[in-house]
T-cell receptor, first 114, second 110 residues
Framework: GAGVSQSPSNKVTEKGKDVELRCDPI?????LYWYRQRLGQGLEFLIY????????KSGLPSDRFSAERTGESVSTLTIQRTQQEDSAVYLC????????????FGPGTRLTVL | GQNIDQPTEMTATEGAIVQINCTYQ??????LFWYQQHAGEAPTFLSY????GLEEKGRFSSFLSRSKGYSYLLLKELQMKDSASYLC???????????FGTGTQLKVEL
């Protein structure tokens, strides 16, 4: 079946602009995660959704970052007033209901802030 | 807090066996994942260890010792396509969020 999809695959923006990144999880997956991978670094957790609520937002680096999920499906990650240090690959993952289920990753969105 | 450590790079020969180690210090630890990531691609799931011991899956095996905060990924009969980054990740919290190491870049040579 279809895997996790993300759009756009690449985004180049100017410093100070807002961007929206989209994630379509695997159908029926109730949990959704956002991670960030900066060049040469490991993946960093940003936020976790269970259904449409976000019980863990502890990884969001600043109040410029926000995310929402609707219909227990699509999620959008919004970065306001982008900064150069926001440049990274933003990865989305989803899993089925049990926390021990595997997280499946999407291909990511490569964000470049000029 | 959480801290995951793994070697940055390793090189091995086609057909050989390689062991990639991972140590962790983390509270509320639920288990340990290994993912494979080829350059420019999404991480793909390899294994998940919750209990101590060895889990074998074809050419790949993963070991966990919770008391020692230690895991390893064992790759047998190495193939050129195994050249990739191998990510160790600890799962914590009610949602099993993942804390990743920086990844081990494995290069398989002829």
């Amino acid at each position: 079946g279809a895997g996790v999809s993300q759009s756009p695959s690449n985004k180049v923006t100017e410093k100070g602009k807002d961007v929206e990144l989209r994630c379509d999880p695997i159908s029926g997956h109730t949990a959704l995660y956002w991670y960030r991978q900066r060049l040469g670094q490991g993946l960093e957790f940003l936020i976790y959704f269970q259904g449409n609520s976000a019980p863990d937002k502890s990884g969001l680096p600043s109040d410029r970052f926000s995310a929402e999920r609707t219909g227990e499906s699509v999620s959008t990650l919004t970065i306001q007033r982008t900064q150069q240090e926001d440049s990274a690959v933003y990865l989305c993952a989803s899993r089925e209901a049990r926390p021990t289920d595997t997280q499946y990753f999407g291909p990511g969105t490569r964000l470049t802030v000029l | 807090g959480q801290n995951i450590d793994q070697p940055t790079e390793m090189t091995a020969t086609e057909g050989a066996i390689v062991q990639i180690n991972c140590t962790y210090q983390t509270s509320g630890f639920n288990g340990l994942f290994w993912y494979q990531q080829h350059a420019g691609e999404a991480p793909t799931f390899l294994s998940y260890n919750v209990l101590d011991g060895l889990e074998e899956k074809g050419r790949f095996s993963s070991f966990l010792s919770r008391s020692k905060g230690y895991s390893y990924l064992l790759l047998k009969e190495l193939q050129m396509k195994d050249s990739a980054s191998y990510l160790c990740a600890g799962a914590t919290g009610g949602g099993n969020k993942l804390t990743f190491g920086t990844g081990t870049q494995l290069k398989v040579e002829l």
